[in-house]
C-alpha cells in the first residue's frame, strides 16, 4: 500500500533525492505502523519529537502500535529550539 512520508526542518536530509515539497511516496506494508517507517529512515526516536498521521499527533507510545492505512500522510518534525 501507498503512504505519504514528510520530513521537516533539519530531518529532511534523510529523505531521498526524489522527494518534492518535503514529502516522498512510499510503498509499505498493511502491517507497517509509524515507528517502522521512522526506523526505516534511521531517526532517532528523540528526533522524531512531533508525529502526526493525517494532521492528528500520535503519542510516542503508540507511534509503534497504531497500523497505517492506504493513502495516509505521516509527518515528523525534530524538536524545534528558538528564542
Known amino acids: 500500500m501507498k503512504i505519504t512520508f514528510k520530513l521537516?526542518?533539519?530531518?529532511?536530509?534523510k529523505l531521498p533525492p526524489e522527494a518534492q515539497n518535503h514529502a516522498?511516496?512510499?510503498?509499505?506494508?498493511k502491517a507497517t505502523t509509524p515507528?517502522?517507517?521512522?526506523?526505516?529512515?534511521?531517526?532517532?526516536?528523540?528526533?522524531?519529537h512531533l508525529v502526526l498521521v493525517n494532521g492528528v499527533f500520535i503519542e510516542p507510545e503508540k507511534r509503534?502500535?497504531?497500523v497505517l492505512k492506504e493513502g495516509d500522510t505521516l509527518a515528523v518534525w525534530p524538536p524545534v529550539a528558538g528564542g
Open 8 to 13: 521537516f526542518a533539519s530531518l529532511g536530509e
Open 24 to 29: 516522498v511516496e512510499l510503498e509499505v506494508s
Open 35 to 48: 515507528e517502522k517507517v521512522i526506523d526505516q529512515f534511521a531517526i532517532s526516536h528523540d528526533r522524531a
Open 64 to 66: 509503534n502500535q497504531l
